[in-house]
């Protein structure tokens, strides 16, 4: 015999399978069944009875027009309990690390999402169908791939396992590309997570441009530009050109031309390419001295000759140059910078350093294989923020007390200094401190004399090298002024000034104790590069 269980399945499936109007009646005449059954088989069917509203109520909700919902609405993330998040940090810690443990039970259950689930996948042996060998020889590392995610995720890919051409090869070299970076695109590809580090995204950013991952590549660019400083500016200049992203490159010329002294003198220099290193010394708009820029070829001249495992001569130096050494200017350097500097350098032969000492003494000029017009270099903007200005008979004084005035950009500037008002009694000097911090933290600061000639015109006051300054952050000016005589002043201060394509905003600082705010005082001008 069948027992109730299995009857009244079967009954349920009929009963899906009806009309609707046969259902109607077989409600009714389940109805007066049930009333004229016996006690037995009345609470056998109250029993399936009341499993039938949920199974009707299923059916009415699937008929309905409405917007299938994906898994993370039907299961909104929750915070897991504590085992379950043991669980899920052991498996993502796991997935890093490469132990490749298996599982536990229905370890599908605790991700609510595809996504998730799909994460479990990344770095883990469990259901690989393909490994990469990755990285130079004697630095590889073995990693698991699963074709199907790796084919969704990447175009290159795709071709490789599902291609014309695919090649089923269960194991996969990849020598040109650093496992660090090869694990940052696979959990981009798998976990739809961007983990970029600054002495990887580089390496992140070939394998990105290799495999096709735009978006992956979109951030690495992003995050470059972000971290961008005079220090890097030189070796991402020559990366942004190998993997041809005209954005970056611009910002790496902005930052190099404006902090030239900087990013020549960094060790970053010296890493570039003879291509890089031509098209650095031919910029019209190099913001350098002539003599920083003949001194920084002559060190990368030096490391190159490591590179090609020469040794360390005058002969070979010059040699690795080649006609490099012509694009610098070194007609236009200041005459002792070239006495005591490239004329003693032994780079140069006699003849080259005869003509040149000609050059700069003699009224017919010989000809000469360098440039000599000097660089155009960067022309400084100057922000006003003050209408007016006046002086008064027992104003303004400085006694060693501090002026400062906060400021922010909306776009990247470099400040090369101040502009400030001298002496409205005549002739006079001033020794000026000038500093710029951010959040308390000092960025550049100098210690500097200036000379006034009684006028209410500014009077330039330089930091030793510009300072870059980020869009969107309060940074604060500050000057200490010591000299006898009274000077003039700002009036009529404004809060926001346009200055080109640049728009700065002022505020008051809690550091000025002289008196200079908003509304008037010192430091009338910033003076920057953008």
């Not at 259950?109 to 169908?129: S, W």
């Not at 010989?366 to 923020?385: N, T």
């Not at 006694?399 to 002496?423: E, H, P, T």
């Not at 300072?467 to 201060?493: H, K």
Request: hydrophobic share 35%.
């Amino acid at each position: 015999m069948v027992d109730d269980k299995e009857k009244n399945m079967k009954c349920l499936t009929f009963f899906l399978m009806l009309p609707e109007t046969v259902k109607n009646r077989s409600k009714k005449s389940s109805k007066k069944a049930n009333t004229s059954s016996t006690s037995t088989s009345s609470s056998s069917s109250s029993s399936s009875s009341s499993k039938l509203p949920p199974v009707c109520y299923e059916i009415i909700t699937l008929k309905t027009k409405k917007k299938k919902k994906m898994a993370a609405d039907i299961f909104p993330r929750k915070k897991p309990a504590n085992s379950s998040s043991s669980t899920v940090q052991q498996y993502h810690q796991q997935n890093l690390s490469n132990n490749n443990l298996i599982p536990a039970p229905n370890w599908q259950g605790l991700y609510p999402t595809i996504r998730e689930r799909n994460a479990v996948m990344f770095n883990n042996d469990l259901m690989a169908d393909v490994h990469f060998v990755v990285g130079p020889p004697g630095g590889t590392q073995r990693l698991p791939g699963h074709k199907y995610v790796l084919a969704v995720g990447s175009s290159v890919f795709h071709a490789m396992f599902y291609g014309e051409l695919a090649e089923d090869k269960d194991e996969i070299r990849i020598p040109d590309v650093e496992p660090a970076a090869f694990l940052a695109m696979l959990k981009y590809i798998y976990c739809d997570e961007i983990d970029l580090a600054a002495d990887t995204v580089l390496a992140t950013l070939y394998a990105a441009k290799k495999y096709i991952v735009p978006h992956l590549a979109r951030a690495c660019v992003n995050f470059l530009e972000t971290s961008l400083s005079a220090k890097n500016a030189c070796v991402l200049l020559s990366q942004s050109c190998l993997f041809e992203e005209p954005d970056l490159t611009q910002r790496c010329w902005e930052v190099i031309d404006a902090q030239a002294e900087l990013a020549l003198k960094s060790e970053g220099f010296c890493d570039i390419d003879f291509q890089t290193l031509e098209s650095i010394l031919r910029r019209e708009t190099l913001n350098a001295k002539e003599i920083v820029v003949f001194e920084a070829a002559l060190n990368w001249a030096e490391v190159e000759c490591q590179r090609q495992d020469l040794a360390l001569s005058i002969e070979n130096k010059r040699k690795v140059l080649g006609k490099a050494l012509y694009l610098i200017r070194i007609p236009t350097m200041a005459l002792d910078d070239f006495a005591n500097g490239a004329a003693q350098s032994g780079v140069l032969t006699l003849n080259e350093t005869n003509d040149i000492f000609l050059w700069y003494t003699a009224a017919k000029k010989p000809e000469l294989q360098f440039v000599s017009k000097a660089r155009k270099g960067l022309v400084p903007q100057r922000c006003h923020r003050f209408q007016s200005c006046a002086y008064r008979s027992n104003q303004w004084r400085y006694r060693g007390r501090c002026d400062s005035i906060q400021f922010a950009v909306d776009k990247r500037v470099f400040i090369a200094g101040f502009g400030l008002y001298g002496s409205s009694c005549g002739s006079a000097e001033y020794s000026a401190k000038i500093e710029l911090k951010r959040q308390g933290v000092v960025l550049g600061q100098n210690l500097s004399k200036y000379f006034s000639d009684g006028s209410s015109s500014t009077f330039p006051v330089w930091f030793e090298y510009p300072v870059q300054i980020e869009p969107d952050t309060f940074y604060t000016a500050s000057v200490i002024l010591d000299g006898n005589e009274l000077s003039y002043f700002g009036q009529e201060g404004m809060t926001e000034v346009q200055c080109g394509k640049v728009t700065v905003q002022f505020q008051c600082s809690s550091d000025s104790t002289n008196g200079t705010g908003v509304q008037g005082g010192q430091i009338p001008e910033l003076i920057f590069y953008a």
